[in-house]
């Protein structure tokens, strides 16, 4: 089972930090992505992070602002969102991959977990 925590309220410009916990350990060998849903829009696809950590993705709205991590032994995904923007507001999500490497697709992933909240406010 996946458990996402760290959401909260936020200044723009602020930092938060979110981490997708896997109790089931399920996510060892699989890609790990992040991916938020703002009302009234679709799931969007923010980080992605290969089954090492050698290969990570970005939607372009979190370029350089947003950093996806994992440590395996603590079977956990991190991301890490700096300079934080009122449009980063949305329930963000991590699931489990169906492979190894990077998928954007939300077909491409098994396992969801419960989401957790974040807002930012200006």
């Known amino acids: 089972q996946l458990q996402a925590f760290g959401g909260g309220v936020a200044q723009a410009g602020s930092s938060l930090r979110l981490s997708c916990v896997d109790s089931?350990?399920?996510?060892?060998?699989?890609?790990v992505g992040w991916f938020r849903q703002a009302p009234g829009k679709e799931r969007e696809c923010v980080a992605v992070?290969?089954?090492?950590?050698?290969?990570?993705y970005y939607t372009d709205s979190v370029k350089g602002r947003f950093t996806i991590s994992r440590d395996n032994a603590k079977n956990t995904v991190y991301l890490q969102m700096n300079s934080l923007k009122p449009e980063d507001t949305a329930v963000y999500y991590c699931?489990?991959?169906?492979?190894?490497?990077?998928?954007?697709?939300?077909?491409?992933?098994?396992?969801w977990g419960q989401g957790t909240l974040v807002t930012v406010s200006s």
């Open positions: 699931a489990v991959g169906l492979r190894s490497t990077i998928a954007t697709k939300t077909q491409d992933y098994r396992y």
């Open positions: 089931r350990r399920t996510f060892n060998n699989n890609a």
């Open positions: 992070i290969s089954w090492n950590g050698r290969s990570t």
